[in-house]
């Protein structure tokens, strides 16, 4: 009897295993659906973000292009409204008073293209130790 009894059990946790690891497998497939789900998103999402750079860098660079052309443009008319109307007076010509600021852009755009060169890893003449200019004037109040 006890071995009846034995089996029963045996069968009875093996219905119970059976069952919790059906219960369980189910719970894991949809984990690993979920997670190839997420990947998906956030790869899709790097892609959209990546576009979204490229985009702006794109749209950037146009209006750059957009705005030379534009001074390009007022420059050339500005000069040749004075070149082919001389005697013009400058209140009737549109473009004579913006002449001066179009000119005064110009100066501060070189200003600032020259300040934005690379720096320089080097110094003008000796610095430091090394500066010969240095030693004569801390060897002239000695001998004073």
């Known amino acids: 009897m006890a071995w009846i009894y034995a089996l ?3 069968l009875a946790g093996a219905i119970v295993g059976a069952f919790a690891t059906r219960l369980n497998n189910k719970g894991l497939k949809q984990q690993k ?3 190839k789900e997420l990947d998906k998103s956030k790869y899709e999402l790097e892609q959209f973000r990546q576009e979204l750079v490229d985009h702006f860098a794109q749209s950037s660079e146009l209006l750059d292009n957009i705005a030379k052309d534009y001074s390009k443009l007022y420059e050339h008319m500005a000069k040749t409204s004075t070149e082919l109307m001389p005697n013009l007076p400058d209140q009737d010509n549109p ?8 000119e005064a852009v110009k100066g501060n755009q070189a200003a600032k293209d020259s300040s934005q060169d690379q720096p320089r890893d080097y110094a003008n003449g000796a610095t430091g130790l090394f500066n010969d200019q240095h030693d004569a004037e801390v060897e002239a109040p000695k001998a004073s």
Do not use: D, H, W
Request: glycine share 0%; aromatic share 14%.
């Open 8 to 10: 029963l059990v045996f």
């Open 33 to 35: 659906e979920l997670k």
């Open 95 to 102: 473009f004579a008073r913006r002449i001066s600021t179009l």
